[in-house]
């Protein structure tokens, strides 16, 4: 693990939370591997903000980062990778322990880094690596980076993984689709006028610009999040559960989508707004980590077409961005007018919203009479907030 942005925001929360919650194996110990010298107590402090720790959690939070240590090293340096093995070693369970490696590294680095895990790193248990996107710039550097990784381990040890599939809601659209009888006979064409996938976020790259600018929104969020969440809204039943038979149902979704042509896609870059506070008076090329006169967009909008008997002439509208009014991201299938209107254009279509965040929720859109003498058609919802429901 390296400590940056993602390290100490979520992926140290997240192994904090398994242990409070007794869901780590006992022997569980965490080792950070980067190259910025660094504590454990450093890295305690820097976490803290995102541990949601109460102060009952003291003693337990103790015992947690007794069982962290931190090793520094240059990425591309052998000898840094001979002295993390011998670190391994000397913990308990030595050369026997599994080991999983976590690479939320720049993926500039994949490729020394998977090589010097082969080499000095392996143990006598099992060697797991796991890989977070964004998987190669494009079909051909993904491609190579699968040739690269395949040939120093084997299939069942490479986990590639896409961190928005662990999302409550998003692992919750299999069971609204699949589980309920009312969702079924109405999830196709004739029923869903559009389907609109969308990713807010109301700051921008503030100092990630570096990062940012080799990528754009369209590799950092459309291209993996928005994509895997449609799947799951436009595929068929899978056989069963199992990750390959739901896997399978997610590749004929993709091959049944057109390429996007341009006049589908709008693009935008956030600018500096004059009456905002901070880093909101600055606009995505104010940001002094981003190279001068960038066409990276920070904004996309893209309409995709399912062209399959279900979906064909539905529009999947995709939106995403930095820098914009609210933090949202949801799926919202708008339905499609009721035919034979009978109460004078004062219905408004339906709506199932699945909220991923914040705020967890699924929430239906549905005309009901408003309380009174008259008989006006007023929009209602029948809300799941899961905040609410489960406390």
């Not at 959690?57 to 001979?82: C, I, K, M």
């Not at 950092?220 to 799951?232: E, P």
Request: one cysteine or more.
């Amino acid at each position: 693990l390296p400590q940056g942005d993602l390290a100490k925001k979520k992926i140290y929360p997240t192994i904090w939370w398994l242990f409070r919650d007794g869901l780590l194996p006992d022997d569980t110990h965490v080792v950070g591997f980067a190259r910025t010298p660094l504590t454990v107590a450093q890295i305690r402090q820097q976490s803290q903000p995102y541990l949601k720790a109460t102060p009952e959690d003291g003693d337990r939070l103790d015992a947690f980062f007794a069982r962290n240590s931190y090793v520094a090293g240059q990425y591309g340096e052998a000898g840094a990778f001979e002295r993390l093995d011998a670190h391994l070693r000397a913990l308990p369970g030595g050369p026997r322990a599994n080991r999983l490696f976590y690479l939320a590294l720049p993926p500039s680095v994949y490729a020394p880094v998977t090589r010097h895990i082969r080499q000095a790193c392996m143990g006598q248990g099992w060697n797991r690596v796991i890989v977070e996107k964004p998987f190669g710039r494009d079909l051909a550097s993904s491609n190579a980076l699968s040739d690269h990784i395949s040939s120093l381990f084997r299939e069942d040890q490479i986990y590639r993984i896409d961190h928005y599939l662990g999302k409550e809601m998003v692992q919750n659209l299999m069971v609204l689709r699949f589980g309920n009888r009312i969702f079924g006979p109405i999830w196709n064409r004739d029923n869903i006028a559009c389907v609109v996938l969308t990713f807010k976020e109301p700051f921008g790259t503030e100092g990630r610009g570096g990062y940012f600018d080799d990528f754009g929104i369209i590799r950092d969020v459309m291209q993996n999040h928005l994509l895997q969440m449609l799947c799951l809204v436009a595929m068929e039943k899978p056989a069963s559960t199992d990750p390959d038979d739901v896997r399978d149902e997610k590749v004929k979704v993709l091959k049944s989508i057109a390429e996007v042509q341009l006049e589908d896609v709008v693009l935008g870059q956030y600018v500096g707004n004059p009456q905002g506070e901070g880093e909101a008076r600055k606009g995505y090329l104010d940001d002094a980590t981003v190279p001068a006169g960038s066409t990276t967009a920070t904004f996309a909008a893209a309409v995709l077409r399912v062209a399959n008997e279900r979906w064909d002439g539905v529009p999947f509208v995709l939106r995403c961005g930095k820098a914009l009014n609210e933090r949202k991201a949801e799926v919202r299938l708008q339905f499609r007018d009721v035919p034979g209107d009978i109460f004078q254009r004062q219905c408004k279509r339906n709506e199932l919203v699945v909220r991923v965040q914040p705020d967890e929720a699924v929430y239906t859109k549905m005309m009901t009479k408003k309380p009174g003498m008259f008989f006006n058609p007023e929009e209602s919802e029948l809300d799941l907030t899961y905040g609410n429901r489960y406390k």
